[in-house]
């Protein structure tokens, strides 16, 4: 079936650093999205994008739907404890197939 | 309440049994969809339905897995004869009407089969 690639697949932060983390697919998409998941709860969505070339902030986040809607990233500037999480890119082709398909995800852990 | 609603959060059952999740969507959104996410895995496609049709259950792995949305609104997946591959959390988003249109997910329920 259709898979997106995620990376990395881990990563450790300290507080203040920049982080990035991008998703690539041979497959073309109409709708990238990126959530975000804590332990024991469902993803919440962060950001939604619907245009090639797109890109959008969501307070320290910022998102880009790449140009041959094959791939997407998102960035975390500034980041801080509450960060630390699991992150999924997920796409759709619109239309009438509404299924999400999600990346393996990325786990955000504090440097010790 | 205002997000989706899913119940019961953690369910244990006996291989063999049957079990019963509920998903409760945001109201008024059109579109509701079940996915599967194993553990340290993203979630996975299982069925979509637009009010009470069942519009792609192409994600279902197999004949024991059944869903409905009798009235357009609640949803249930039943699995029957559970096998301890059945283990997972079972998630339901909704939105509204439009392929593109965002999906809003529940808290799952994690399902252990022993």
């Known amino acids: 079936g259709q898979q997106l690639n995620q990376s990395p697949q881990s990563m450790f932060i300290q507080e203040g650093e920049d982080v990035s983390m991008n998703c690539t697919s041979s497959s073309i998409f109409n709708t990238w999205l990126w959530y975000k998941q804590d332990p024991g709860e469902g993803p919440v969505l962060l950001i939604a994008?619907?245009?090639?070339?797109e890109l959008t902030s969501n307070g320290r986040l910022t998102a880009q739907f790449g140009i041959t809607r094959k791939d997407s990233f998102l960035n975390i500037s500034a980041s801080i404890p509450s960060d630390v999480g699991i992150y999924f890119c997920?796409?759709?082709?619109?239309?009438?197939?509404?299924?999400?398909?999600f990346g393996k995800g990325t786990k955000l852990s504090v440097k010790p | 309440g205002a997000g989706v609603s899913q119940s019961p959060r953690y369910k244990v059952a006996k291989r063999g049994q049957d079990v019963a999740l509920r998903c409760d969507p945001i109201?008024?959104?059109?579109?509701l969809f079940w996915y599967q996410q194993a553990l340290g895995q993203g979630p996975e496609f299982l069925t979509y339905?637009?009010?009470?049709?069942?519009?792609?259950k192409s994600g279902l792995p197999s004949d024991r897995f059944f869903a409905e949305r009798p009235e357009g609104s609640v949803s249930t997946l039943k699995i029957q004869r559970t096998q301890q591959e059945d283990s997972a959390v079972y998630l339901c988003?909704?939105?509204?009407?439009?392929?593109?249109?965002?999906?809003?997910f529940g808290d799952g329920t994690r399902l252990s089969i022993l």
């Open positions: 994008l619907y245009k090639a070339g």
């Open positions: 339905f637009q009010n009470e049709a069942q519009l792609d």
């Open positions: 988003a909704s939105s509204s009407l439009g392929g593109n249109q965002p999906q809003h």
């Open positions: 109201s008024g959104h059109v579109s």
């Open positions: 997920a796409a759709n082709y619109g239309g009438s197939q509404g299924n999400l398909i």
